[in-house]
């Protein structure tokens, strides 16, 4: 019996379909099974036609054996099988796929649905074993031969024998090595567990010896019953997934039992979206919407993506291009036979198809996550919890690239309804006369309703959402506008709420007190940038606003980035010429030059504690306190 050499380039090529392909040894078994599935498809098209085939689609069966003693694991199937020729050029040429010649041969069939089309899964069973043997029967003939291959070297063929049409791969499984434990392939609940990770929804059942106990008949009313130790053929896999089904025949319970044992979640999820696609490109989804992020989610550990299938098989486990990162949070699965596999069937190529279906799948989640907002808003808000930030970086991403797909999710605390509300609410709710969306950024709620602007926008009847997430102080700007309604900071704009005429007399006011506001600029120095008086301050008698372009909260995010960095919010001190301390502010300024540097410095540091900004020398303003008030 001699030995043939590969018809393909040499051990150079096989060492590379074995060692660089793939990028995990497990894959050795889904890609014999699927093999072997493709057998039965083809066995079971040629059925529909030829009634010689003497098998219905019930019959079709994917067989696992295990000999721990001769550590061979065996992949069986009863499909179309191989004659010599094929084994020849399937078997002996590597990268020969037997599963495309049949496609090209059945392509103006639309729906021949054919997994293997590169040729080189088989080879990756050498990952694993350091002797395969295939022994097959084509159906309609007679004869069987047997395929032995130790690698590279080459391979062996001969007659065998086999009773019916199809194939058997034996793999003889290398020795242990300190590095690599290949036995474990020979453990019924490794193979059971790699089964239902890749080939779970094949569509043929996948049977395996499974060893049980059970209690021995004759011992049953005994006080000491007795057990005994079976075995049974088992069908791991679940063959039809669920969603393959139509959504009138599936319950919520179904839907919920599904996620909670595919993703290992105890509660059940937010939102479910099952989605089912026809047409130039055909794709299967179900996705679920958690109820709580994971522990690692705000974590580079976490891993964003969605499970892909192709025809049963699952190709990759996390599918990073299906989702956008503002969705990282979905989770659930896609399946569809259309698109580009690479060569490993690990990855994909970047094709239209795979743009197509995440851009229709963003949609569906945006539309699920409108839908939940209107009908049931308890349960959106538990979800925005969870993943509100999520939401809010997604609007900056890109530089504001996904804003337009964002912007109606977002949820922000209105001061006035004291509740949640989105942009559109907000709106809804404006007075006629409102000509802007009014917000406060800040450390919490409590410190922002204290705001001085806030009484004088609450006498209008004018509404503020108040913004307490650091990444709030960028989101209006990102988004610039919301109904062609300009969104305004309360501490760092002109709020248009003087009439002209009170502008006039606001500017003769400041006129009048330019040495006054002088006095101040000089006595604080470089601590501000300009002093000015404001009519916005309702009954308090000082506010500290940032200069126009950073907020204080955008200063506080990039020291806590980085200490270093020095970026820093021009600081503008704002009083009000309303107040009695302004009056006797302007007093001192006349008649004592003391007081007045006292008292300049005693607005400036209740400025500086009203926006949440440290005192550089809070000994120094007690002392002044205690003195002024002696």
């Not at 049974?232 to 669920?242: I, Q």
């Not at 522990?295 to 976490?302: A, P, S």
């Not at 919490?444 to 009484?455: G, H, V």
């Given at each position: 019996?001699?030995?043939?050499?590969?018809?393909a380039?040499s051990?150079?090529?096989?060492?590379?379909?074995?060692?660089s392909?793939?990028?995990?040894?497990?894959?050795?078994?889904?890609?014999?099974?699927?093999?072997?599935?493709?057998?039965i498809?083809?066995?079971?098209?040629?059925?529909?036609?030829?009634?010689?085939v003497?098998?219905?689609?019930?019959?079709?069966?994917?067989q696992?054996?295990?000999?721990?003693?001769?550590?061979?694991?065996?992949v069986?199937?009863?499909?179309?099988?191989?004659?010599?020729d094929?084994?020849?050029?399937?078997?002996?040429?590597?990268?020969?796929?037997?599963?495309?010649?049949?496609?090209?041969?059945?392509?103006?069939?639309?729906d021949?649905?054919?997994?293997?089309?590169?040729?080189?899964?088989?080879?990756?069973?050498?990952?694993?074993?350091?002797?395969?043997?295939?022994?097959?029967r084509?159906?309609?003939?007679?004869?069987?031969?047997?395929?032995?291959?130790?690698?590279?070297?080459?391979?062996?063929?001969?007659?065998?024998?086999?009773e019916?049409?199809?194939?058997?791969?034996?793999?003889?499984l290398?020795?242990?090595?300190?590095?690599?434990?290949?036995?474990?392939?020979?453990?019924?609940?490794?193979?059971?567990?790699?089964?239902?990770?890749?080939?779970?929804?094949?569509?043929?059942?996948?049977?395996?010896?499974?060893?049980?106990?059970?209690?021995?008949?004759?011992?049953?009313d005994?006080?000491?019953?007795?057990?005994?130790?079976?075995?049974?053929?088992?069908?791991?896999?679940?063959?039809?997934?669920?969603?393959?089904?139509?959504?009138?025949d599936?319950?919520?319970?179904?839907?919920?039992?599904?996620?909670?044992?595919?993703?290992f979640?105890?509660?059940?999820?937010?939102?479910?979206?099952?989605?089912?696609?026809?047409?130039?490109?055909?794709?299967?989804?179900?996705?679920?919407?958690?109820?709580?992020?994971?522990?690692?989610?705000y974590?580079?550990?976490?891993?964003?993506?969605?499970?892909?299938?192709?025809?049963?098989?699952?190709?990759?486990?996390?599918?990073?291009?299906?989702?956008?990162?503002?969705f990282?949070?979905?989770?659930?699965?896609?399946?569809?036979?259309?698109?580009?596999?690479?060569?490993?069937?690990?990855?994909?190529?970047?094709?239209?198809?795979?743009?197509?279906?995440?851009?229709?799948?963003?949609?569906?989640?945006?539309?699920?996550?409108?839908?939940?907002?209107?009908?049931?808003?308890?349960?959106?808000?538990?979800?925005?919890?969870?993943?509100?930030?999520?939401?809010?970086?997604?609007?900056l991403?890109?530089?504001?690239?996904?804003?337009?797909?964002?912007?109606?999710?977002?949820?922000?605390?209105?001061?006035?309804?004291?509740?949640?509300?989105?942009?559109?609410e907000?709106?809804?709710?404006?007075?006629?006369?409102?000509?802007?969306?009014?917000?406060?950024?800040?450390?919490?709620?409590?410190?922002?309703?204290?705001?001085?602007q806030?009484e004088?926008l609450?006498?209008?009847?004018?509404?503020?959402?108040?913004?307490?997430?650091?990444?709030?102080?960028?989101?209006?700007?990102?988004?610039?506008?919301?109904?062609?309604?300009?969104?305004?900071?309360?501490?760092?704009?002109?709020?248009?709420?003087?009439?002209?005429?009170?502008?006039?007399?606001?500017?003769?006011?400041?006129?009048?007190?330019?040495?006054?506001?002088?006095?101040?600029k000089?006595?604080?120095?470089?601590?501000?940038?300009e002093?000015?008086?404001?009519?916005?301050?309702?009954?308090?008698p000082?506010?500290?606003?940032?200069?126009?372009?950073?907020?204080?909260?955008?200063?506080?995010?990039?020291?806590?980035?980085n200490?270093?960095?020095?970026?820093?919010?021009?600081?503008?001190?704002?009083?009000?010429?309303?107040?009695?301390?302004?009056?006797?502010?302007?007093?001192?300024v006349?008649?004592?030059?003391?007081?007045?540097?006292?008292?300049?410095?005693?607005?400036?540091?209740?400025?500086?504690?009203?926006?949440?900004?440290?005192?550089?020398?809070?000994?120094?303003?007690?002392?002044?306190?205690?003195?002024?008030?002696?």
């Amino acid at each position: 019996m001699a030995k043939k050499q590969f018809k393909a380039e040499s051990k150079r090529l096989l060492d590379l379909m074995i060692n660089s392909i793939y990028t995990h040894q497990e894959i050795f078994l889904r890609e014999i099974i699927s093999n072997a599935s493709d057998a039965i498809d083809k066995l079971a098209y040629q059925a529909l036609t030829d009634e010689k085939v003497g098998l219905n689609r019930s019959d079709f069966a994917i067989q696992l054996k295990v000999d721990e003693p001769s550590r061979t694991l065996t992949v069986s199937d009863n499909g179309i099988g191989m004659d010599k020729d094929e084994m020849e050029n399937n078997l002996g040429t590597i990268c020969k796929s037997g599963s495309l010649q049949f496609k090209k041969d059945m392509e103006k069939q639309d729906d021949i649905d054919i997994i293997g089309q590169f040729g080189v899964g088989f080879y990756s069973a050498f990952m694993v074993a350091g002797t395969v043997t295939v022994i097959s029967r084509k159906y309609g003939s007679d004869e069987a031969w047997k395929w032995t291959s130790s690698g590279a070297d080459g391979y062996t063929m001969e007659p065998a024998e086999r009773e019916s049409a199809g194939t058997d791969v034996i793999m003889t499984l290398k020795a242990d090595t300190e590095d690599e434990q290949y036995s474990r392939f020979l453990k019924t609940w490794e193979l059971q567990k790699l089964v239902k990770k890749y080939s779970d929804y094949i569509r043929y059942p996948i049977k395996l010896e499974m060893e049980k106990s059970r209690m021995k008949e004759e011992t049953k009313d005994s006080d000491k019953p007795e057990y005994e130790t079976y075995t049974e053929n088992e069908t791991l896999n679940s063959m039809v997934p669920l969603w393959q089904r139509a959504k009138k025949d599936i319950t919520p319970e179904e839907y919920n039992n599904f996620y909670k044992e595919k993703f290992f979640d105890f509660e059940d999820p937010i939102a479910t979206i099952h989605v089912s696609v026809e047409g130039a490109v055909t794709y299967k989804a179900l996705l679920y919407i958690p109820a709580r992020a994971p522990y690692d989610f705000y974590t580079k550990d976490f891993k964003k993506g969605l499970q892909l299938y192709s025809s049963g098989v699952m190709i990759m486990e996390n599918c990073e291009e299906l989702l956008p990162d503002c969705f990282r949070f979905v989770r659930g699965v896609v399946d569809s036979q259309d698109l580009s596999l690479n060569i490993s069937r690990e990855m994909l190529q970047h094709d239209r198809q795979l743009k197509f279906i995440a851009g229709n799948l963003e949609k569906k989640i945006k539309a699920e996550l409108a839908k939940l907002m209107e009908q049931d808003r308890e349960k959106y808000e538990k979800f925005y919890t969870a993943f509100g930030m999520q939401i809010k970086y997604g609007v900056l991403n890109d530089y504001g690239a996904k804003k337009e797909l964002l912007q109606d999710l977002l949820l922000y605390w209105s001061h006035k309804q004291n509740k949640l509300v989105s942009f559109k609410e907000y709106v809804d709710a404006m007075p006629e006369e409102q000509k802007y969306i009014y917000f406060a950024s800040g450390e919490n709620r409590q410190r922002l309703a204290q705001l001085p602007q806030l009484e004088k926008l609450g006498e209008k009847g004018f509404d503020v959402l108040l913004m307490t997430d650091e990444v709030d102080s960028f989101v209006p700007q990102t988004l610039g506008k919301y109904a062609e309604k300009d969104f305004r900071s309360v501490t760092q704009e002109d709020l248009g709420l003087s009439t002209d005429e009170e502008k006039k007399e606001a500017a003769e006011q400041a006129e009048k007190s330019k040495a006054t506001l002088e006095f101040v600029k000089t006595t604080l120095g470089d601590d501000v940038k300009e002093v000015r008086l404001s009519e916005n301050l309702g009954t308090h008698p000082v506010c500290m606003v940032p200069e126009e372009g950073m907020t204080f909260e955008m200063e506080k995010y990039f020291k806590r980035l980085n200490p270093e960095m020095g970026m820093k919010a021009g600081r503008i001190l704002e009083l009000n010429p309303n107040h009695r301390l302004f009056g006797l502010l302007q007093v001192a300024v006349a008649q004592d030059e003391e007081k007045a540097k006292k008292i300049a410095k005693i607005l400036y540091a209740q400025a500086l504690l009203m926006a949440d900004l440290p005192l550089e020398n809070p000994g120094e303003y007690t002392d002044l306190v205690c003195e002024l008030v002696q």
